[in-house]
């Protein structure tokens, strides 16, 4: 199944026609491969694949074992994507914009320095021209970039439920994966076909991976326009491990990987 999912996936990339292509590959609890091994198991094949048809690729390594940014649900996620735009997004969700443009960039032949071509890219959302160019796209598109100004216009869901940690320690451990079937049961997916999508549905993470939290902190919010969901707290704290002592969270992106043709070896580039 790992090669026929490569090619099914590569297929796409291939047609598509560009010269250049970059793949993250995830792992962890709420990725399709649940291990680092697997996830570069199955880089290597994509990467040899994109390489035998005379296209640029490389692939990313990076982790969802907690999810990317602190949004799940569409509304949630748009304007989680236009902060990040303002230079006031996630950590790690910036961080892996920024990695990826960088990488980019660099199959491009753009640039030849990693570490400048991120400078520069943080320069793009210090002065918003990062921002100007999505508010171009989304107004091209006949998207109302009213709301793209001024995010507080799209609306919000009639349900906010808080859900409160009942214990203290740093957060060691999130299953992603229940996090994204519970989006799913507040509305925020499909559950079966002819399901209506609710845009104003998801969750909100308020505490990341080795962040401490005190009882009576909010750990999470859930957003819904269905009634009844406030019987998913309990259900939501079974989803956090807590740890006495502070924990390491390692980089967003863990390492990169692409095919050297002079050698037909793999080089693999890890992050510190």
Excluded: W
Excluded at 168 to 187: D, F
């Amino acid at each position: 199944t790992l090669p026929f999912s490569a090619c099914a996936n590569m297929s796409k990339n291939v047609a598509a026609g560009c010269d250049c292509i970059l793949l993250d590959v995830k792992y962890g609890s709420g990725a399709f491969m649940e291990t680092k091994e697997k996830a570069e198991e199955l880089a290597k094949i994509m990467v040899r694949i994109g390489t035998h048809f005379g296209k640029n690729t490389e692939a990313e390594i990076s982790s969802m074992n907690q999810p990317l940014g602190k949004a799940i649900g569409n509304i949630l996620e748009v304007e989680e994507a236009i902060d990040t735009l303002h230079g006031k997004g996630p950590k790690d969700f910036s961080d892996l914009c920024l990695s990826s443009g960088a990488t980019m960039l660099l199959q491009a032949g753009l640039y030849t320095d990693r570490n400048k071509a991120i400078q520069d890219l943080k320069k793009t959302l210090e002065d918003e021209s990062a921002y100007k160019v999505f508010r171009s796209f989304v107004h091209n598109q006949g998207g109302d970039i009213t709301y793209i100004d001024d995010p507080k216009k799209f609306p919000v869901a009639r349900y906010v439920i808080p859900v409160r940690s009942v214990k203290e320690g740093y957060i060691s451990e999130i299953e992603t994966k229940q996090l994204g079937l519970t989006s799913v049961r507040l509305g925020a997916g499909r559950e079966k076909l002819g399901d209506v999508i609710d845009p104003t549905a998801g969750i909100l993470l308020n505490k990341k991976l080795g962040e401490k939290a005190f009882k009576g902190d909010v750990l999470l919010t859930l957003y819904s326009e269905r009634p009844g969901m406030g019987s998913l707290v309990n259900q939501m704290l079974n989803l956090f491990e807590f740890s006495d002592t502070p924990i390491v969270v390692g980089p967003t992106v863990e390492e990169r990987i692409k095919l050297d043709p002079s050698t037909d070896s793999f080089v693999i580039e890890k992050e510190e």
